[in-house]
């Protein structure tokens, strides 16, 4: 069971929920910029381009909305909305995906000096490889940069943590989230929030040139790591901005801003392990979690508001498991793009069980009753 252990570590991961500034609606948002430049493009705007949303933007944007013949938007405009808007038109019209601020490979990166060259330049491919898979396999491309962090010890990796997360950052909610997701340093592990990456690596020298097709060695296993946690930590990334950049917030609200955590997190460990593995191994892999852990839970509804910044490690990877096996079973039903969709139409504004229905095509109280004989 080397590998799956591996591969569970990987698929461990905390969104981690930090107190940090909000996303700013002053000026320069680029998902914001990105709008003005659509809606310009399309004859609705002829306002400056300064990334902030203003009463012509907004007028802009009601009046495209009346006239569209597709679907409505059903939200007010905001800046945590402009990123759904941007990417809704990215998708409608390849001629406005040049205004996104990105598409599909822009990753920005903050290594810490101590980490080895070659181990940067593997982190920067195999994240490449990950947002081209996620366009491949989900159809889903990102409409901001993902930044991703890398260090080798608390310390360092805090440092420049608190320089992407803001001087309100919360150091000692890092410390409990870096020893929870990190084991203090002595595994792979890693976190994401709000479209930046924090991994952490082993201490001593990490060797990450090595091809997945060599044999089985320490080298090839903390590739093959690393690999499929990035992927599972650029997923959460994609849920984010798909979201509409949900903010932190009350238990009782986290269900509807994110939808259940059992598939928040299943669905970063499905597409880690149908893409990281290519296409065929997924089905293989799940049949056997599915044996290990003794067949799908009972109750998966307890996985909804699993709070897993106070559950034990154990309790995660029980969520992981079968939140990872629960996605898998949804895109055997609905097709992969169906995760993407549910949440897209989230952060649409529609109710959690109603995207739900929408995207799977059966009620999440169905799915409940029945996922005990899957």
């Given at each position: ?333 609905a097709g992969d793009r169906s ?17 739900f229905l929408e995207a799977f ?14």
């Amino acid at each position: 069971m080397g590998a799956l252990n591996h591969l569970r570590l990987a698929a461990f991961c905390i969104v981690a929920v930090l107190v940090c500034p909000p996303h700013s609606a002053l000026a320069d948002d680029p998902a914001v910029r990105c709008l003005q430049k659509q809606l310009g493009k399309l004859g609705y705007y002829g306002g400056v381009e300064d990334g902030a949303v203003n009463i012509e933007l907004n007028k802009a944007f009601g009046d495209f909305n009346d006239g569209r013949a597709s679907r409505q938007f059903d939200f007010e405009l905001d800046s945590s909305k402009a990123i759904v808007a941007c990417r809704e038109l990215g998708m409608e019209n390849y001629r406005l995906r040049a205004y996104w601020p990105s598409f599909r490979r822009r990753i920005a990166t903050d290594f810490h000096s101590t980490l080895d060259t070659s181990v940067q330049d593997s982190l920067r491919e195999l994240a490449s490889d990950a947002l081209d898979r996620l366009h491949e396999v989900f159809e889903v491309s990102l409409a901001e940069t993902i930044t991703i962090l890398a260090a080798t010890n608390k310390p360092d990796l805090r440092q420049i943590w608190m320089q992407h997360a803001g001087a309100t950052s919360d150091a000692s909610a890092f410390d409990r989230i870096y020893d929870l997701a990190c084991s203090n340093g002595s595994i792979v592990g890693g976190f994401e929030f709000q479209g930046v990456l924090a991994i952490c690596l082993p201490k001593g020298n990490i060797d990450l040139t090595v091809s997945l097709r060599q044999p089985d060695t320490q080298s090839a296993r903390n590739r093959f790591t690393v690999k499929l946690l990035l992927f599972h930590e650029i997923f959460h990334a994609a849920q984010y901005q798909l979201l509409g950049r949900p903010g932190d917030g009350p238990a009782s609200q986290l269900l509807q801003k994110w939808g259940p955590e059992w598939l928040v997190e299943g669905a970063a460990g499905y597409f880690a392990i149908r893409a990281g593995f290519n296409d065929g191994a997924a089905g293989p892999i799940y049949v056997k979690i599915r044996n290990e852990i003794g067949g799908p839970a009972g109750d998966l509804s307890k996985y909804e508001s699993i709070h897993k910044y106070h559950a034990s490690r154990t309790d995660i990877i029980e969520l992981a498991d079968q939140g990872g096996y629960a996605a898998f079973v949804l895109a055997g039903m609905a097709g992969d793009r169906s995760i993407t969709e549910f949440y897209e139409k989230i952060g649409f504004g529609m109710h959690w069980k109603t995207a739900f229905l929408e995207a799977f095509g059966r009620s999440v109280e169905d799915f409940y009753r029945q996922y005990g004989s899957y």
